[in-house]
């Protein structure tokens, strides 16, 4: 059983902006180790803390060449577009084509309270920028246009009265990302 559960659309925590970490602790550590493993459950590559109910600033992520966590992230250049199919463990059973930036550059600490800074592009950097809209209260939801977001309301609305109080099922991939 997953350690935390994931909040879903329509709790009011996701539209909240998280607070900077100011003290990277052993709680924080083991926060980070649990969201891993809600991640990894769900399943998912991305998870923020707002999503598990926490309002601080960092999220967890795998994209396959190992778990890594990046406290207080920011990114501070962008190039280019790139549009994905991307979904969110936080409105799960649908994905939506998303156009973002294709390469970012991006600073935060890692959980030793190391400062890191890399370039990211495509797959990374889409879930980089997704998790940070997480912290910044945002949801995918409005990243959509008129006709997206209507079609999200009515797949919701079908999920939600097919499963009574049951979670309907994750978009593959999703947690940050849908995977073709």
Known sequence: MSPYGIRMV??????????EVTDIDERLVKLA????????????????APQVGV??????????EGPSTLINPAVSESRGEWTFDEGCLSIPGVSFEIVRPKEIFVTGRDLDG????????????????HEL???DGVLLLEHLDE?????????LREM????????APAAEGAAGLSLP
């Open 55 to 64: 309002q601080k600033r960092f999220f967890v992520y795998d994209l396959g």
């Open 160 to 167: 939600k009265l097919g499963s009574g109080t049951e979670r």
């Open 133 to 135: 809209d997480h912290l």
């Open 114 to 129: 190391n400062e890191v800074s890399f370039e990211a592009d495509e797959l990374l950097a889409r879930l980089v920028q």
């Open 33 to 48: 180790r649990d969201m891993l493993q809600t991640m990894y459950d769900a399943p998912g590559v991305g998870l923020a």
């Open 10 to 19: 329509g709790d009011p925590v996701l539209r909240q902006v998280a607070h």
């Open 147 to 155: 006709e997206q977001r209507d079609d999200a309301k009515r797949l």
